[in-house]
């Protein structure tokens, strides 16, 4: 396992070079200047290039980046356009919020995808197998912030269309973050979709797993179909759930960007997103390239998972 880690860490660092060479990349072809935002609206073209001079912006874009990536390994992603502050300070008191509504999210995309796979998988061809899989396919056309919205109207506002008259279902707040009840909305508009791609990909893995010979010797073993489905069958079957698990983890981190605008929870995509509405490049940047490092730090937890699901995996 050490020699696993160690191999998985040395394999990062392309990785994480690549990640900084794309992020810093784009920022250079998004619309706006950054000394133009710096300097206001009423600058004039002596003090906007004065700017430029004064961050760099005019060396050559080698220069830049050798100069932003010796910044990135003392920590340093530079300071806000709009309040001066060091964007690592911003990012780190937004972070952990996105990362609370993230795994909160993947928590629940998990528990009701397993279940719903499950249980479709073992009636495969029945009405409950069928309901499953059409809810399954529902809650992955939804839009995220379609979702959000909704629920938002039904059990914010108390809006649920006939039922909404006679009862009180205003049963949560619509925006902020802290407290068991602000989680409820925000957490189940993110993680429905992440449930209904886990349900369709344990169903499909447990539907090849049950047909194998070892499934088939164990029942006529006289072996418990609990424990057959349970115990063998579904051990084996997330193997390639766990793959999903993780991309879904990397796709809730740029959900939270629509959760935390229709909510108005103060994270980490709420923070990138006002970034892009103020032109504020040096907070775009480090937040984007925060979300990517953790992305690929999922990554290497989901190799990690595979050999505690199951040793026979290749690591080679």
Avoid: C
């Avoid at 809006?159 to 407290?179: E, Q, Y």
């Avoid at 057959?228 to 960007?257: D, E, M, R």
């Amino acid at each position: 396992m050490f020699k696993f880690l160690v191999r998985r860490l040395l394999q990062l660092i392309p990785v994480i070079i690549g990640v900084t060479l794309i992020v810093f990349s784009l920022m250079h072809f998004i619309p706006g200047d950054p000394a133009q935002v710096l300097a206001g609206e009423s600058a004039t073209p002596q003090q906007i290039e004065a700017i430029n001079e004064r961050l760099g912006l005019n060396d050559p874009y080698p220069v830049q980046y050798f100069r932003y990536m010796t910044n990135l390994v003392q920590f340093d992603l530079g300071n806000s356009l709009r309040n001066g502050q060091p964007v690592s300070d911003l990012i780190l008191q937004r972070i952990g919020i996105t990362l609370e509504l993230s795994i909160y999210s993947t928590i629940l995309s998990i528990f009701l995808g397993l279940i719903a796979g499950v249980l479709s998988a073992t009636k495969r061809g029945s009405f409950r197998d069928s309901a499953i899989m059409v809810l399954a396919l529902f809650g992955m056309s939804m839009p995220n912030f379609w979702l959000g919205l909704v629920l938002i109207q039904w059990f914010a506002l108390g809006n649920i269309p006939f039922i909404g008259k006679f009862i009180d279902t205003a049963w949560f707040p619509p925006s902020g973050w802290g407290s068991f009840e602000q989680l409820v909305l925000p957490v189940f508009m993110l993680g429905i979709s992440g449930a209904a791609i886990v349900a369709r990909m344990t169903r499909s893995s447990m539907l090849e797993v049950i047909n194998q010979d070892y499934i088939r010797t164990a029942r006529a073993k006289g072996v418990r179909e609990r424990i057959v489905i349970y115990q063998h069958a579904l051990k084996n079957a997330l193997i390639p759930v766990i793959t999903v698990v993780g991309l879904s983890f990397g796709s809730l981190l740029g959900g939270a960007v629509l959760a935390e605008s229709v909510f108005a929870i103060n994270g980490m995509g709420r923070l990138i997103y006002d970034a892009i509405n103020n032109r504020d490049f040096p907070v775009m940047q480090g937040g984007i390239l925060v979300a990517s490092l953790l992305f690929v730090l999922v990554n290497l937890l989901v190799d990690i998972a595979y050999r505690f699901v199951n040793k026979r995996v290749e690591t080679e």
